[in-house]
């Protein structure tokens, strides 16, 4: 079992920029894809970025490539979205995921789960 939680999360207002942290325990984090999907009001979970292990292979939603990063600390067993130029429409509740093996920007493929950090941005 693989306990993830997050933070970093609040109230910014647009153009502000944020960085989110995951720790997470109870797992060989160094060995774990990790990654980032958010969840707006009414709207499905949706993949954010994501980074392999040893932080080679790294892939952001087409959509919201440069302003994310995603990045990990193996040492410090935490994975980071650091978030830049904040939108209204990034308002969210922003997960954390891990699972064993290769990256994937499907939410399925994830075994664990944190319990999220909402993200508010406003005018």
């Known amino acids: 079992q693989v306990r993830l939680v997050e933070s970093g999360g609040g109230l910014v207002q647009t153009g502000d920029s944020l960085r989110l942290s995951c720790a997470a325990s109870?797992?060989?984090?160094?060995?774990?894809?990790m990654a980032w999907f958010r969840q707006a009001p009414g709207k499905e979970r949706e993949f954010v970025a994501a980074?392999?292990?040893?932080?080679?292979?790294?892939h952001y939603a087409d959509s919201l490539q440069g302003r994310f990063t995603i990045s990990r600390d193996n040492a410090k067993n935490t994975v980071y979205l650091q978030v830049n130029n904040l939108k209204l429409e990034d308002t969210a509740v922003y997960y954390c995921?891990?699972?064993?093996?290769?990256?994937?920007?499907?939410?399925?493929?994830?075994?664990?789960w944190g319990q999220g950090t909402q993200v508010t941005v406003s005018s």
């Open positions: 109870g797992r060989a984090f160094s060995s774990s894809a």
């Open positions: 995921a891990g699972r064993d093996g290769v990256t994937s920007k499907k939410s399925y493929d994830y075994d664990d």
């Open positions: 980074i392999s292990w040893s932080g080679g292979t790294i």
